[in-house]
């Protein structure tokens, strides 16, 4: 069974505009996280910082591969617009409420505890 993402989404902490998906952390802070369909699965991307606020002294590229080394679930990179991006995926079969949930906070947490690490703000 294929679900739909937006009938995934009926949890208190998450509200939905167009293809993203705000999460809302019991702190105040919130992030904003995008699905992409990709036909059998979706891909959920986070910004973490835009290209003008990554500092140009270091290697933002580096230092997201070395905190891939240490997750399983969300990955970092730079996208072809200089962002620094979150991202996982599942596959649409069998995805159940709860397990689109978890991907979804972990992709959104993971990304607002990046950018608070770098910028210090809650831009996202």
Known sequence: MRAEWR???AADDMR???KWI???FANERSHGVQVLD??????LTAVVAD???LDPEQDAARAAWRRNRHSSL???RIDEEGRLVAQ???PKDGLTPEA????VRAVAREADRYEFQLTGSDDR
């Open 7 to 9: 009938t995934l989404c």
């Open 16 to 18: 939905i505009r167009g």
């Open 22 to 24: 705000t999460v809302r």
């Open 38 to 43: 990709e036909g059998d699965s979706y891909l």
């Open 51 to 53: 290209a003008d606020d």
């Open 74 to 76: 969300v990955g970092f």
């Open 88 to 90: 996982a995926w599942t």
């Open 100 to 103: 689109f949930h978890t991907l």
